[in-house]
Each structure stands twice: as structure tokens, then as C-alpha cells.
């Protein structure tokens, strides 16, 4: 199980930005695809970016809700994935959590129990 600490939300207005940052105390960080979800109230959680695996070439992919606003990103050395978020908009309000995939993959699956995540509420 991979220890995960998000951290970076809060408020924000509509149009600015955001970086959130996930440290994951875990061997072999980079061997594993990345995953940015995010979850409103009543609804299920959703996969918002995804990077791939270092052996599959650390492709990122986004949901098309926050695609050419959002970027993932990570380092390796600090074994921390990081999200980008600019040109926020009200519907980007939710708990955005990061969940690693399994060893090798190019896509992105919630392998890991969940985290606390870290709130982010756009409004103005």
C-alpha cells in the first residue's frame, strides 16, 4: 500500500490557478501510471489526468472537461505527481484525490485505497 499525501487545493476564482501536489512514499514511483481523480458530493469519483507508466513513455492524458486547462506532471526524484490546474472554472469545484495504477501499465486504474485528497472550490 502507497502512502499518498495530496495537498495544494483551496479557493480559488473563476479563471486562476492551482497546483496540487501528491507525495507517494513508494518505491518504483515512476514504474507506475498516475492518476488525478476528482469527486462532488453525489456523484462518482472521475479520472481527470493520467500519466502513464515510465516504461509506457509517461503519456499524460485528460478528461475532456479539462483538457488545454489542466497538466500532470511528475518528478521522479521526489516520488510526487503534480496537477496544473489553470483557467479554473466553478465546475472544477470538488475533492481531487491522486491513486497510482498498476506496475507498468499505460492506463490509469485506482489500485490504491483512497486518500483524504484536497478540496478545491472555485468561486467568485
Known amino acids: 500500500q502507497v502512502q499518498r499525501v495530496e495537498s495544494g487545493g483551496g479557493l480559488a476564482q473563476p479563471g486562476e490557478s492551482l497546483r496540487l501536489s501528491c507525495v507517494a512514499e513508494?518505491?518504483?514511483?515512476?514504474?507506475?501510471?498516475w492518476g488525478w481523480y476528482r469527486q462532488v458530493p453525489g456523484k462518482e469519483r472521475e479520472l481527470v489526468a493520467c500519466i502513464s507508466s515510465i516504461t509506457t513513455s509517461s503519456i499524460p492524458s485528460y478528461a475532456d472537461s479539462v483538457r488545454g486547462r489542466f497538466t500532470i506532471s511528475r518528478k521522479n526524484a521526489k516520488d510526487t505527481l503534480y496537477l496544473q490546474m489553470d483557467n479554473l472554472r466553478p465546475d472544477d469545484t470538488a475533492v481531487y484525490y491522486c491513486?497510482?495504477?498498476?506496475?507498468?501499465?499505460?492506463?490509469?486504474?485506482?489500485?490504491?485505497?483512497w486518500g483524504q485528497g484536497t478540496q478545491v472550490t472555485v468561486s467568485s
Open positions: 491513486n497510482a495504477g498498476l506496475w507498468g501499465e499505460r492506463t490509469c486504474s485506482a489500485a490504491e485505497p
Open positions: 513508494r518505491s518504483g514511483f515512476s514504474n507506475y501510471p
